[in-house]
């Protein structure tokens, strides 16, 4: 058998699934030129001759600590395949980032993306994927195709357990997880968690000049909406991100808000986890 | 005659130019990929200076900015300890200021100080514990850059590059108190940091920035207009200099407890 047949079948019923669904559901819309941005990879400055512009075509590498951002005025979904290479997050734009981006300047820097809505694609482990963008209301020609190569601190790995498939860089989306599921959770309460680390999250991204400790007091209050039972009953899940947030510390390795906010996004990414 | 003087005709401009980080990168960021508004007042603790010793309050301001953005924490450092270190560069030997250009290279070689370890004395002195030198060690800024107008100021502060510390004959027109307008100059010299920028915004969209001021006309934060800064910027008497990258020690473990149990 063909070791791509899974694949393609794979990404033929998911888009067929979503042309199908947009069909039925949203009226539709044509996507101009400009549209959906992709990162462009960075270009070598000032050479002779001027290098060509990078083709769409071209495998673009997103490093350990990068974003990839995908800035769409226009509805459309994003697919990855195969599954666990990276994890795409939605958010809803006009958005400021802070990070590293593919396509900036390989420092820290904080962008604007000023779609409606903003697709976050983040390594989880090393490998190749393919990003399949499928905008409202275009036919099987009008999905547009990025392949990353992911360069993870993580390499390839065996087929992973449920808990490991969603990691991160730094391990905190498998704690997350596996703490979620220690707990006797009530419907909504992993999802109210997972939203208040995100809008911590995004709260940070926007400014350079965030205190943690306020970060964390805000974070605090966003989850003090559930009664002191419950949060007490959510106690070995905390138990589980603590150990691996002191073992990061140990580490070196969240020394500072950014580091925080990447934190902040994986637990967020445990806690939706099979919800 | 104090509590604001900096000592403009020592300056190494020169020098500080020669040494400038390349700022052009930052400048060709979109502006609109920066935060709307970077406020310190929610970090910075207002300070007042009792003698000629405005930079080093606004160097230790500055310096605050670079440790928050490598650490996420807030610390504050010793004004006392700035001006003397940078009086020491100068090769001033009285309570008569400092250079911004001394501050820098004082933030760059000594290092800025926790307050504790240099408290601010009751008068002047130059009497700086061993203690407080050895501390500094640990928080030592990386790299500066001459900024030369608005654009540039606002840029080094919306991209996180750090705080700046600008020396200037201050003197505004403010359309109300600690908001200010207009630049009319050559009245005092008088060093102050810039932290952040406001929501307030002029004709063109650009926001007013933050200035923390330890003196005077008074104590308090204010807010410049884009107009005023680079009426500023263009004085003979003016320094801008942008921090950044401070180095430092392992941060303090935080206990991670958003549950509240």
Redesign the interface.
Known sequence: MDLFEPLIQWTAVAVTRFLLSLMVFTPAVLCGDDAIRFPTPAVAPIVAPTPPPPSPDAVSVLPEDHLYVIDADDPCLVLDSPLGVVSVTQEAGPLTVRGKFVGGSGRAETKRFSGKSVFIVEPLKSGRVELLVVPAGADSAGVLRRTLDVKSGVGPQPPPEPDEEIDGPLGLSSASYAGKRAVQSNPGEAKLLAKAHRDVANEAARDPFIVIESAHKSLTEKVGVMPLERRQAWKPWMDRVAARIEELQSAGRLKNAQDWTAAWREIATGLEHGE | MSGWNYERDLEMLPKLVASSADVA?LLN??P?????V?D?R??HRQETQQRNDCQGFASSSADE?SF???????VQFSPHFAYITAQNIDGIRTDSGSTISGGVEASMEVGACPLDLCPYPASYTRQIPRAAYEAAANYRIQSKAVLTNYDAVRAWI???AGGVVWGIMWRFEESSPFVCERFIGGQAPHATAIL?YSERKDRSGRPYLWVANSGWPRPGFYEVSPDAVNRAAEDKFTMIVGRSGMAVP??R?????????
């Open positions: 990168p960021a979109d609109d990929a920066m935060p709307e970077i310190p929610k970090w900015a928050l953005l490598e650490t996420g924490s807030v919306g991209q996180g952040g392992a941060p473990p935080i206990r991670f407890n958003p549950l509240g149990v």
